[in-house]
């Protein structure tokens, strides 16, 4: 059983694991096939890989790119994987351990190489706001890729895709999702930050509402309760609230707050954290 801090999602189906293991994927003229990894769900990440693979097999996308101090701590990372089922299994199975219950797993086939795949992938992680506000794309995290498709006009989802057959992830169900791309890269494909037009802008916001208030009472159990149900669940129901207001005109953070608290528990989604147990009362218990 996951903590609910462990769980931003559902753990993942099994045909998350048969995709990744796919037996019948056992030549090396075949595409290639990639892991997409998000590190900021998992502390020390770069160390876990250096230890799992070869340097020539994995990438950070921010490497050359930014510079920061931490900033590999929460950078999105591309690993190859091996086209020997032998020797895939045992990264596969270390890869769906650790990102069970947590939104970072695509799987990327394509016949591009690591450079080439992580050269177009880093091209793709910068946008500009309405307003011309910059800030970074988390194609890794996948709710946020899973928004994206749905915002994204035709040519920018096009763009996204672009040198990619197929880019598969775990959804918040934890059931497998394939976006299909097209194997060839664009030469005359732009490459300054996407433009994400204010509607875009407000619809991936009210997308990402719901996950953040989550989040919020997920880390306070004590106070409100502990999570009673698939985080799925909760994040749908969440959501619909969420709708539901801004149907009404109600853009309001803390009120969307507080009418989700309300609907997990007229739901009887939280339940009650036992207090820890007094010094005392411990004392007491062992020497009776």
Not at 39 to 64: K, M, N, Q, T, V
């Amino acid at each position: 059983m996951l903590e609910d801090r462990d769980t931003w999602i559902d753990p993942a189906a099994p045909d998350v694991a048969r995709a990744l293991h796919d037996a019948a994927w056992n030549h090396p003229d075949a595409p290639e096939r990639y892991v997409l990894l998000d590190a900021a769900f998992s502390p020390r990440l770069p160390e876990r890989l250096a230890r799992w693979l070869d340097a020539e097999d994995y990438c950070s996308l921010y490497a050359g790119r930014y510079q920061g101090e931490g900033l590999d701590q929460v950078a999105p990372y591309l690993l190859r994987l091996p086209w020997v089922p032998a020797l895939r299994a045992p990264l596969c199975d270390k890869l769906l351990q650790l990102t069970r219950g947590r939104p970072m797993l695509s799987l990327l086939t394509t016949p591009a190489s690591l450079a080439q795949l992580a050269d177009h992938l880093g091209r793709q992680i910068e946008a500009v706001d309405a307003d011309g506000k910059a800030y970074l794309l988390r194609l890794a995290d996948t709710r946020s890729f899973a928004a994206l498709l749905d915002v994204f006009a035709p040519a920018q989802r096009q763009r996204l895709l672009a040198g990619i057959e197929r880019w598969s992830y775990a959804d918040r169900h934890g059931a497998l999702r394939v976006a299909q791309g097209d194997p060839r890269f664009d030469p005359a494909a732009p490459t300054d930050p996407y433009v994400i037009a204010a509607d875009q802008q407000r619809h991936l916001r009210l997308l990402a509402l719901p996950d953040a208030i989550l989040r919020f009472v997920q880390l306070r159990a004590p106070l409100f309760g502990a999570l009673n149900g698939p985080p799925s669940t909760a994040y749908q129901l969440i959501l619909e609230g969420v709708q539901r207001l801004a149907r009404r005109g109600l853009d309001n953070e803390a009120l969307a707050y507080r009418h989700a608290l309300a609907l997990l528990r007229r739901r009887g989604m939280l339940a009650p954290v036992n207090p820890m147990p007094s010094l005392a009362a411990s004392s007491t218990e062992l020497s009776s």
